[in-house]
């Protein structure tokens, strides 16, 4: 009985935190449009989220592609189709794998990040501050971070998954002998408005993901530090779920609407 009691009690606390956060969400929309809007910190935000995971991304989409061109390459060798390995890694990279892995490895770097920075604000009620002197914190904190996330993240997923091209790239010509002209050539022909097109508007969606959750994590911390720690798992872990599930979503959508 106390088994059955803790997963119902369980089960109303998560579905709670999803109206909360929907609530969040539609406090976002009707603000984001109203002034007075904080272009400077807004910039500030697009240069620490983008800029800052500039390195991180670059070197997580160099080694994805070379794993995924060394992994791939002996099955291809197998049946005689070297010469799909182009097509078959600019595909998945960039509809798939490419995303959804740098929007993860976005998630612990950025969305634990605002949940943290937030949730300490809100311990030592810096944003109770701003309030009190009549300034708004939403606006300031809460939907600067949400749009360079939803801006900075198709950038970030662009330049990971072209990093990634050139490092399957480097694979092929050291093991194959194919040069970069030859390559990319083959990447090109491949490569449809249909397969960047769902993977672009995925990528903003991610991105509004993760910037949603980790300021809903981090403005409604609860007081202390151990509430602080908390935010920022329970935001990374939000918004890995979340992540896969809008995945599934669109590539659901993408089936409908383009022959993929």
Request: aromatic fraction near 12%; glycine fraction near 8%; charged fraction near 15%.
């Amino acid at each position: 009985m106390n088994t059955e009691n803790a997963i119902l009690s369980k089960t109303k606390s998560f579905f709670a935190e999803i109206g909360d956060m929907t609530l969040f969400a539609g406090r976002f929309f009707r603000e984001v449009f109203s002034p007075p809007f904080e272009f400077k910190e807004l910039m500030r935000q697009c240069y620490n989220m983008g800029n800052r995971s500039l390195l991180l991304v670059s070197v997580t989409g160099f080694i994805l592609g070379l794993v995924f061109t060394l992994q791939s390459r002996p099955t291809l060798m197998q049946f005689g189709a070297q010469s799909w390995m182009a097509s078959m890694v600019s595909l998945s990279i960039v509809r798939e794998i490419g995303p959804v892995i740098i929007a993860l490895i976005c998630a612990g770097r950025i969305g634990s990040g605002i949940g943290a920075e937030l949730g300490s604000m809100r311990v030592t009620e810096q944003i109770d501050a701003m309030e009190v002197s009549g300034t708004n914190p939403f606006k300031y904190l809460v939907i600067t971070r949400i749009v360079a996330t939803t801006l900075m993240l198709p950038l970030l997923i662009i330049m990971g998954d072209a990093i990634a091209l050139l490092g399957s790239a480097i694979v092929e010509n050291l093991k194959g002998n194919v040069s970069f002209l030859l390559y990319f050539n083959q990447v090109f022909d491949a490569l449809k408005f249909s397969d960047l097109l769902p993977a672009t508007v995925k990528s903003v969606f991610f991105g509004f993901a993760i910037g949603l959750v980790g300021c809903y994590k981090g403005y409604n911390c609860a007081k202390g530090t151990v509430g602080v720690g908390e935010a920022s798992n329970s935001a990374v872990v939000y918004i890995s779920m979340l992540l896969f599930i809008i995945d599934f979503i669109a590539v659901f959508v993408t089936d409908i609407f383009f022959d993929i």
